[in-house]
């Protein structure tokens, strides 16, 4: 979607805060002994109050209204039976439609206490993420956000998941710019014009290089297996750079 009026901007302003709220909401619900179906419904009827639609049940038919994925889930974990554990990585990605507009946002949560080793991932995840937005802005490159993030997550002795990529966003849940990389590529001539509106979210990881299918057709798990943490933001390109949109 490229914003053209400033009643598109308020309309995805305001389903971003709805996703951006519903997914920390959901965090501070979390406790142990939780199931992560629980965790969903708690997001289903926060959205539902607000009058916004869950976008990947909506557009793809997923089995729930948010996609949870614990630990060795990386992406698109499914609500279900599994219970929540002190120590554990629950990663939570809310996208939602409300009157036309889409906004897509996710973060991994620390519940309880994790390794300093994970703590320091996650604080990196969320820093690769700002680098990346720090690309974002009209006339620049596309292939900025990928080199950026490459860099830091080099410097700092990362890997990034290299087969699943930010998006365009806005009328739909993915939209041209279908790929958009979050890791170093080359021959990526695309720029990145006035009112774009697309996802930053690199996907972080210790050692993982690629996201491979699990049984259900749904969860992703890292390649090698590997901690993984995401943190993503919908954001729209202006001449001054990134407007995050999908802020509490």
Request: glycine residues 12%.
């Amino acid at each position: 979607m490229t914003i053209t009026h400033a009643d598109e901007l308020d309309g995805l302003k305001a389903i971003g805060r709805i996703v951006a709220r519903t997914m920390h909401s959901m965090a501070a619900a979390m406790e142990p002994g939780m199931t992560t179906r629980e965790l969903d419904g708690i997001g289903r009827a926060l959205l539902d109050r607000e009058g916004a639609i869950p976008a990947p049940e909506a557009t793809y038919g997923f089995p729930g209204a948010t996609c949870i994925s614990v630990n060795e889930e990386i992406a698109h974990g499914i609500p279900g039976e599994r219970v929540l554990a002190d120590g554990d990585l629950v990663n939570i990605d809310v996208s939602a439609s409300k009157d036309g507009f889409f906004a897509d946002t996710g973060a991994t949560f620390r519940l309880g206490k994790v390794t300093p080793a994970l703590d320091r991932l996650c604080r990196d995840g969320k820093r690769a993420t700002q680098i990346g937005i720090a690309q974002v802005g009209a006339g620049r490159p596309l292939a900025g956000i990928g080199a950026a993030i490459g860099r830091f997550a080099q410097a700092r002795g990362y890997t990034l998941i290299r087969n699943l990529a930010s998006h365009g966003v806005g009328r739909a849940l993915h939209e041209e710019p279908g790929e958009i990389a979050t890791w170093p590529t080359r021959g990526d001539r695309r720029q990145i014009h006035r009112g774009l509106v697309l996802t930053v979210e690199p996907f972080l990881s210790q050692g993982g290089l690629w996201a491979r299918d699990g049984a259900d057709d749904w969860t992703l798990y890292a390649q090698p297996a590997a901690p993984v943490v995401q943190y993503e933001h919908t954001v729209v390109a202006t001449e001054r750079g990134a407007l995050v949109v999908t802020l509490p």
